[in-house]
T-cell receptor, first 114, second 113 residues
């Protein structure tokens, strides 16, 4: 099956700083990628849809100025958490859609804001 | 918007028994229903999916049934094994292109040996 990677796998940052998370489709091109957030013992919540070459679309309640998304190429989308605060600590997971419209998840990034 | 409800939240079964997890959805336009298994700290893994043009799909010990009229779908795992212990999520597709997913709350499955 298709492979999606994320980097970093874990990151600890101080409150007020920004963190960038990368999502890459390794063996296929993805015009669409998704970003999810998962708090402990909870489900995955869709944050935004990342479209190659155009602006991301955000789900209701997700601040676009706080969670900056850039889909610069067909294999890379980045999520930047700006001015991170402890409440942003979570497991961030991306997914990418292949030509068959199947969705593949990345391994996730554990963000801890101190 | 779409709302996906999943039951039960936890399920304990004896090894070898069957496990059933049920989900309901609200958006009649949803046409794709995947099930994911997630182990602690890992990514969700697709275990089976079904599209709205079929009512049942089976893959070895795993099966999914879909009732579009009632807007519910179920995951059936037979002959459960300890390695089946994990969190299971159902999801339903939404959006203009039907490629966004709304997830259920998850079911913690424990298979006791």
């Amino acid at each position: 099956g298709a492979v999606v990677s994320q980097h970093p796998s874990r990151v600890i940052c101080k409150s007020g700083t920004s963190v960038k998370i990368e999502c890459r489709s390794l063996d296929f091109q993805a015009t669409t990628m998704f970003w999810y957030r998962q708090f402990p013992k909870q489900s995955l919540m869709l944050m935004a849809t990342s479209n190659e070459g155009s602006k991301a679309t955000y789900e209701q309640g997700v601040e676009k100025d706080k969670f900056l998304i850039n889909h610069a190429s067909l294999t890379l989308s980045t999520l930047t958490v700006t001015s991170a605060h402890p409440e942003d600590s979570s497991f961030y997971i991306c997914s990418a859609i292949d030509r068959e419209s199947e969705q593949y998840f990345g391994p996730g990034t554990r963000l801890t804001v101190t | 918007g779409e709302n996906v409800e999943q039951h039960p939240s936890t399920l304990s079964v004896q090894e070898g028994d069957s496990a059933v997890i049920k989900c309901t959805y609200s958006d009649s336009a949803s046409n794709y229903f995947p099930w994911y298994k997630q182990e602690l700290g890992k990514r969700p893994q697709l275990i089976i999916d079904i599209r709205s043009n079929v009512g049942e799909k089976k893959d070895q010990r795993i099966a999914v049934t879909l009732n579009k009229t009632a807007k519910h779908f179920s995951l059936h795992i037979t002959e459960t094994q300890p390695e089946d212990s994990a969190v299971y999520f159902c999801a339903a597709s939404i959006g203009e292109y039907g490629n966004k997913l709304v997830f259920g709350a998850g079911t913690i499955l424990r298979v006791k040996s």
